[in-house]
């Protein structure tokens, strides 16, 4: 029995002996009353211990998230710092590249401006060449039409190539067997080509001496030990004699190939004959 009940019991004693008795029915009451007080007081105990318990754990849970709250602030700060030098890697990279875009574009305008100027170049150049050609081919036509009757003997075959200008006349048309020196009516086929060449100003005249592969025999061999001393002396003749009907010697050269480089098999007597030759090439001057 409570304390409470015991001071209820002593209460109610003291009542009936003052007011002469009370009710047994009546006690009943007010002890019933008292155990439901009672009851009341431990259930708000109880309640008082879980909502302190639950208080204990709100307070530790507060202090938890305080704590997180605080962390998350300091990781606020350390990502706005970062933030921060981030803005500033990215603003200087950015100025970087503004300059370097600002660079290439210079750079994009003057090899457009340069291409533009290939461009006319190469125009330039194509003209030049077309002209070049055209010059050529005129006298190509202008030797072909002025050696027709040599070139219909098969003494003068004419070629061109590239700009490449080809006079190839055997040796027999201008010199006599074992000579160097032009004879006479070499010289008139010679004037033919000389009458063409006179107008030709932006070509060089190259003058090559061939033979064919039979060596020099004889006392022959005393002024021309080999086929190289022929060739060379029969370029020079003609060399000397087309300077001598007006051609610039600054234009002029003479090459000596000897045997060495044929057009024809050297095993047969017509093949030796087309490799006897000499040969004038207008090609650019360097």
Known sequence: MTKRMLFLIVALSFSCSLAGCVS???????????QALDRGLQSLQQQYKDLTRENEGLKARVAKLTEETAGLEKEKERLLADNKELDSVLKAKSDTLSKNISELRQKVADLEAENAKLKGDVAGLQKAKEDEV????KTYEDLLEKMKSEISQGQVTISELKGKLTVNMVDAIL????????KPDGLLVLLKVVDILKNVKD???RIEGHTDNVPISGTLTRKYPTNWELSAARAINVSRYLQSQGLDAAVLSAVAYGEYKPVADNSTDEGRAKNR???IILVPKD
Do not use: H, M, N, P
Not at 24 to 34: H, N, Y
Not at 134 to 137: A, D, E, G
């Open 175 to 182: 010199f006599d067997s074992g000579k160097a020196e032009v």
């Open 24 to 34: 047994l029915g009546r006690f009943e009451q007010k002890e019933q009353e008292a």
């Open 134 to 137: 055209k010059k050529t081919s």
């Open 277 to 279: 030759r000499i040969e």
């Open 203 to 205: 070509k060089a005249i």
